[in-house]
């Protein structure tokens, strides 16, 4: 039985038994045991004088950190270009589907471009160039009317990486998203996306990064 005495209570935690003494003036205060760090609340007297039995207090919910500014800036580049991937992937590949005619002039207009620049078929023969231009677009055609929709896919993959990163969902996942966004395969060249996956899968890898998802 708890012992008392002149100006203290002597009781034990109810978390690991060790004994310990409570000042008279914080009888039913909580109160934390210097042994094991439990809280409790401290016992009182019953009107006959006696100590009441000290009750054990729940752990208090652990206060997760506010997101790190290194690590909120990936996950905001990751939802930015995910975003724009979706819409951008889906919008063309909606009208590659439904619209033939425009795809091929779409795809037309992007080689005449590339050849102003000296990129691509500027070495053809004016007489070729026609023909060329059209055997070309008809093979992009076809070769992005399944790429558009695999690159929205993949935009959808970098959208959820950057939202695991904000929500600190699971960190594999905002690893995949990360990736897919540092390959540029969502927008095809996104400069953006690629120096938010790489910059994210730095700040996973680094300790801040691993402590962020921790439960």
């Not at 580049?77 to 439904?98: D, P, Q, S």
């Not at 795809?103 to 620049?117: E, H, K, M, S, T």
Request: glycine share 14%; net charge neutral.
């Amino acid at each position: 039985m708890p012992e008392t005495g002149p100006e203290q209570a002597v009781t034990s935690c109810p978390g690991c038994g060790h004994l310990l003494g409570v000042p008279d003036g914080m009888l039913g205060v909580r109160v934390q045991c210097p042994e094991c760090q439990a809280l409790f609340l401290a016992p009182t007297r019953d009107p006959a004088g006696n100590l009441t039995a000290p009750t054990l207090l729940p752990p208090p919910a652990p206060t997760r950190k506010k997101l790190d500014p290194l690590l909120l800036l990936p996950a905001f580049g990751l939802l930015f270009c995910g975003v724009a991937g979706l819409v951008v992937n889906g919008v063309l590949g909606y009208n590659f589907l439904t619209d033939p005619a425009g795809a091929d002039g779409f795809v037309r207009g992007q080689i005449a471009n590339l050849r102003q620049a000296g990129w691509f078929g500027a070495d053809d023969p004016q007489a070729e160039r026609d023909r060329r231009d059209a055997e070309r677009a008809a093979e992009a055609v076809r070769l992005l009317r399944w790429v558009l929709p695999l690159a929205g896919g993949v935009s959808g993959v970098v959208f959820l990486g950057g939202l695991s990163i904000a929500l600190r969902w699971n960190r594999r996942l905002a690893q995949v998203g990360c990736v897919a966004a540092a390959l540029n395969f969502p927008h095809l060249c996104c400069l953006p996306g690629g120096v938010a996956g790489v910059w994210g899968l730095l700040m996973l890898a680094s300790d801040e990064g691993r402590a962020h998802f921790a439960r």
